[in-house]
């Protein structure tokens, strides 16, 4: 593995390349990373690199908002059947028809979505912003898409009225309550963190509801010692790095997404060698995408 570690690093420097992890990304894609992070922190970091290449090892969406706010570099998906069930819940047809239904109505979208779907929409949001960026809009209305938990978690902390889209997230939607409940009484003393995308039932039993990148930081500065986590598995790699000593538990065997896990060092050489899978959103598109992340920036 080493040799294929020197490889990587070889070729990131001939190609003038990054490499963008997202937290649910396998251990050792996370360790040849330049920024591990959550969906806003890649986005931010692609919409400012100096890099002529960005290797996202995430998952197709998160290649495409790349592409959308860094126009002029090489965006390359090491996977490119790297999918996104609940992105991939939602089409611009069925968008627009929803539109047409609620036409006071600004239309909020999750960043896991295509680019066509962030560019029918007026702002984006992740899980670290979404309530940070409907309270920002003067709508009365928000038309939430795709992910129906996220929208019900967002509707707890506004006055708004939030019309949800139907989706959701698989991985996240596996965890029960009963599954909750029992993880609470194997470690009573544990905290239990847990990602908005999990059912209304589960966020409102947890102890600390928050994105990736919310929940690493609570597991820094609490003084706990021990967590449940409730998200994506690969979360435990950062956890258990940054906090020697607490001890991490995942909350439910089912917390792992097949797609994040596609992403594999020697997928990441071979993209670096042929410089392809290349993601690449049509101009027309990328523009009417670019407004709603770029509204999402600015608030968050």
Not at 2 to 22: F, N, S
Not at 254 to 265: A, F, V
Request: hydrophobic share 40%; aromatic share 6%; charged share 25%.
């Amino acid at each position: 593995m080493q040799e294929l570690v020197k490889e990587i690093e070889e070729l990131k420097k001939e190609r003038q390349a990054v490499i963008l992890a997202h937290n649910y990304q396998q251990d050792v894609v996370q360790d040849i990373a330049d920024l591990v992070g959550d969906s806003l922190e890649l986005s931010r970091y692609a919409a400012k690199t100096e890099a002529k290449v960005i290797v996202l090892a995430g998952v197709r969406f998160m290649a495409e908002s790349a592409s959308i706010l860094a126009p002029d570099k090489t965006v390359l998906l090491p996977d490119i059947f790297a999918g996104c069930p609940l992105a991939e819940s939602i089409d611009v047809q069925e968008l627009k028809r929803e539109k047409e239904k609620y036409p006071d109505a600004a239309v909020v979208c999750y960043v896991n979505s295509s680019a066509e779907v962030k560019a029918e929409s007026d702002i984006c949001c992740t899980s670290s912003n979404a309530v940070k960026v409907v309270q920002s809009l003067p709508h009365r209305r928000i038309l939430f898409v795709p992910d129906r938990n996220l929208a019900s978690y967002v509707a707890r902390f506004t006055d708004k009225e939030i019309i949800p889209w139907p989706g959701l997230c698989v991985t996240h939607y596996r965890v029960t309550l009963e599954e909750l409940e029992e993880a609470r009484a194997a470690h009573p003393q544990a905290k239990i963190l847990v990602h908005p995308e999990c059912r209304p039932e589960v966020t409102e039993a947890a102890d600390f509801v928050g994105s990736t990148s919310a929940i690493l930081k609570y597991a820094r500065e609490s003084d706990a010692q021990e967590f449940i986590i409730g998200t994506e598995m690969g979360i435990l790699h950062r956890l258990e790095q940054e906090n020697p000593g607490k001890k991490f538990y995942l909350l439910s065997p089912g917390l792992i997404c097949p797609n994040m896990k596609l992403t594999t060092l020697s997928k990441i050489a071979q993209c670096l060698k042929e410089m392809r899978p290349v993601i690449k959103v049509p101009e027309d598109i990328r523009v009417r995408a670019y407004q709603a992340l770029e509204r999402m920036l600015e608030v968050a």
